[in-house]
T-cell receptor
Framework: EPEVTQTPSHQVTQMGQEVILRCVPI?????FYWYRQILGQKVEFLVS????????KSEIFDDQFSVERPDGSNFTLKIRSTKLEDSAMYFC???????????FGPGTRLTVL | KNQVEQSPQSLIILEGKNCTLQ??????????LRWYKQDTGRGPVSLTI?????NTKSNGRYTATLDADTKQSSLHITASQLSDSASYIC????????????FGRGTSLIVHP
């Protein structure tokens, strides 16, 4: 059964460093998403991506964040200068069409020290 | 502001027992409501989707209800199993231009033997 994969599973970084979180969406999906979940809190939408451009983004997704689909399979989230409050679980998701069910990856736990 | 509230925050039941989780939302206009199961350290997995015209939908031992007039939904779990221990998240999507979903905080369910 096709699934969304994410790497790494856990990333530890120093405050101010850049991190890139990687995702491989389901192969025939066209819409891609990033979410984050701070420990003990609800899942929050960050950004959606379609046709090589951002479709929607939340207030959380500021200039420190960027997304890219560098090739036909990977979808990345870059945080330019990490802050302590960026520590969270980051989930990638993909869907076939805009309103379809989103399939979530297992997440990357980001710890900023 | 779109909000999704879930209750109870946490629930402990014995294996084999039934339980019902609640979700109230203020998202308007309404498109659909999904219940997700999120195992610890994993991404959410969709259990059911309810649209405006649907009142009840079942998926195995999971039965979701929707009252679009009162903006309430419930998830009933029958004959609980240890593997049902997880967080159950209600996610509501509005109709119109934005496809950004609104997540509830989830109900943490623990099933004891």
């Amino acid at each position: 059964e096709p699934e969304v994969t994410q790497t790494p599973s856990h990333q530890v970084t120093q405050m101010g460093q850049e991190v890139i979180l990687r995702c491989v969406p389901i192969s025939n999906h066209l819409y891609f998403y990033w979410y984050r979940q701070i420990l003990g809190q609800k899942v929050e939408f960050l950004v959606s991506f379609y046709n090589n451009e951002i479709s929607e983004k939340s207030e959380i997704f500021d200039d420190q964040f960027s997304v890219e689909r560098p090739d036909g399979s990977n979808f990345t989230l870059k945080i330019r200068s990490t802050k302590l409050e960026d520590s969270a679980m980051y989930f990638c998701a993909s869907s076939g069409t805009r309103g379809d069910e989103q399939f979530f990856g297992p997440g990357t736990r980001l710890t900023v020290l | 502001k779109n909000q999704v509230e879930q209750s109870p925050q946490s629930l402990i039941i014995l294996e084999g027992k039934n339980c019902t989780l609640q979700c109230n939302y203020t998202v308007s206009p309404f498109s659909n409501l999904r219940w997700y199961k999120q195992d610890t350290g994993r991404g959410p997995v969709s259990l059911t989707i309810m649209t405006f015209s649907e009142n009840t939908k079942s998926n195995g031992r999971y039965t979701a209800t929707l009252d679009a007039d009162t903006k309430q939904s419930s998830l009933h779990i029958t004959a609980s199993q240890l593997s049902d221990s997880a967080s159950y998240i209600c996610v509501v999507r509005g109709a119109g231009g934005s496809y950004i979903p609104t997540f509830g905080r989830g109900t943490s369910l623990i099933v004891h033997p």
